[in-house]
């Protein structure tokens, strides 16, 4: 019997539109910097606020400017990864006939059972907060009612 595989999914609204955040997230390099990360010449390694590292062996990455999605396929030791990220445009709410405009970003990610895999997870975890947590600043937050 095959374990099943540690889903993580985690999804962040902002106030602004898509082409706003496509600016900002162009490619696997850009990405990586927002979620403390930084593209090596096999890998991508990112980096906790409280230091812990995982370094992904990228074994496939596709990078889909139109479809404004990233992903990735790689390993860390014995887990495989199946990993990617996409943004595209929402209407969280419709008030007095105003429509917000906003854009949601979405990672998710899937990673084999291994001896380390729920270590991974937790690390992931930590490392998509914190890169939510920026980009929510950087972006201006979820959108609310019109003023």
Known sequence: MTAEPILIDDHLVV???????SRRLSDHSK???????AVESTSTVVTTIAGQRLAIENVRERW?????????DGRLGDVWLHAHLTVF??????????????TE???????????DAQQIS?????VIAHGFDRLSIELGGPPGPPS
């Open 15 to 21: 106030a602004c539109p898509v082409a706003e955040v």
């Open 31 to 37: 990405i990586a910097a927002w979620f403390s990360g």
């Open 64 to 72: 889909m400017p139109n479809d404004q999605m990233l992903t990735i």
């Open 89 to 102: 445009g929402v209407v969280p709410s419709v008030i007095d006939s105003h429509v917000d405009v906003a």
């Open 105 to 115: 970003i979405w990672v998710h990610i899937e990673l084999s059972n291994g001896p």
């Open 122 to 126: 937790t690390v992931m975890r930590a």
